[in-house]
């Protein structure tokens, strides 16, 4: 899933203190990219308001998905991915 010189980007806090990554399973060139802002106490802060700005309509999560798909769908949302048309796809488990 990892091309040469592609990236793996993981948003988020990890709630591990380690991370297992086999370096093997991809190509000999990639990088790995983990973005741990916002701190927990900031991101759970911004959850009321941004939920009540969707509430409201303010703000729609549609804008910031190019295309959702089921997991089970998870090599049609590699396919849109490798298109190089997408710029955020969901997987819904």
């Known amino acids: ?33 983990v973005h741990q802002w916002p701190t927990r106490a900031y991101e759970a802060a911004a959850q009321e308001p941004i939920c009540r700005w969707i509430r409201e309509g ?3 999560f549609e804008d910031f998905i190019t295309a959702e798909f089921k997991i089970t769908q998870i090599q049609d ?3 849109c991915v490798k298109n190089g048309n997408a710029l955020k796809v969901a997987l819904r488990f």
């Open 1 to 33: 899933m990892i091309k040469m010189a592609g990236s793996v980007c993981v948003y988020g806090v990890i709630d591990a203190p380690n991370i297992k990554l086999a370096k093997n399973s991809g190509p000999y060139n990639f990088n790995l990219l």
């Open 58 to 60: 303010k703000l729609k």
């Open 77 to 79: 949302a590699i396919d």
